[in-house]
């Protein structure tokens, strides 16, 4: 299969917006890459701070991300579900 020059330009495209996604910026109290285990993720449309050195069941509740994301303390990244 040969791609057009419209096809790889696409591609390049997709593949510098998924590397932003997944870069996050969970040093500076933004979005997370990383990820809580699986009964701990917020449900699809919430985030969740996350703590990196608190166990999952003492992390604080979900909620709505636009509020989550306006009081992310210092060390901690937002989990986005």
Same mark, same amino acid.
Request: with cysteine.
């Given at each position: ?19 932003? =996604? ?32 608190? /166990? /999952? ?6 909620? /709505? ?6 009081? =992310?303390?210092?060390?901690?990244? =937002?989990?986005?579900?």
């Amino acid at each position: 299969m040969t791609l057009t020059r419209t096809g790889k330009a696409a591609l390049q495209v997709i593949g510098a917006a998924t590397a932003l =996604v997944l870069t996050g910026c969970a040093d500076s109290g933004g979005w997370a890459e990383e990820r809580a285990p699986y009964g701990h993720m917020p449900p699809p449309g919430e985030c969740r701070v996350w703590y990196p050195d608190r /166990p /999952p069941g003492q992390q604080p509740p979900p909620g /709505p991300c636009h509020e989550i994301h306006e009081d =992310v303390p210092p060390g901690a990244s =937002v989990l986005r579900g």
